[in-house]
């Protein structure tokens, strides 16, 4: 599987933006997709996740301002972030993984939070 994420931008604080990780070569249901995202001088973080299952979750820091859904007529998993504050600016990462091994990272996207 190829992960292509998009979406990221500059955006105000207190705004929103949605995040794509669109695949090919694979079908994504199949997989559990993350979101992960690195600010400058920080470790990479898991921000969301989206079992095979349809099973979510979140990084606390997140919960309550942001959502991972799926769209799998279009082989996409979306991030939905709302009410973005400064310290959500980084690059955001897609993860697909399957049994356990991971199958492929996207390329990343920037998201910044800036006034």
């Known amino acids: 599987v190829q992960l292509q994420a998009s979406g990221g931008g500059l955006v105000q604080p207190g705004g929103s933006l949605r995040l794509s990780c669109a695949a090919s070569g694979s079908i994504l249901s199949m997989y559990t997709v993350s979101w992960y995202r690195q600010a400058p001088g920080k470790q990479r973080e898991l921000v969301a996740i989206?079992?095979?299952?349809?099973?979510?979750n979140y990084a606390d820091s997140v919960k309550g301002r942001f959502t991972i859904s799926r769209g799998d007529a279009e082989n996409t998993v979306y991030l939905q972030m709302n009410s973005l504050k400064p310290e959500d600016m980084a690059v955001y990462y897609c993860c697909a993984e399957r049994s356990g091994t991971i199958a492929s990272w996207g390329q990343g996207t920037l998201v910044t939070v800036s006034s």
């Open positions: 989206v079992t095979s299952g349809g099973t979510t």
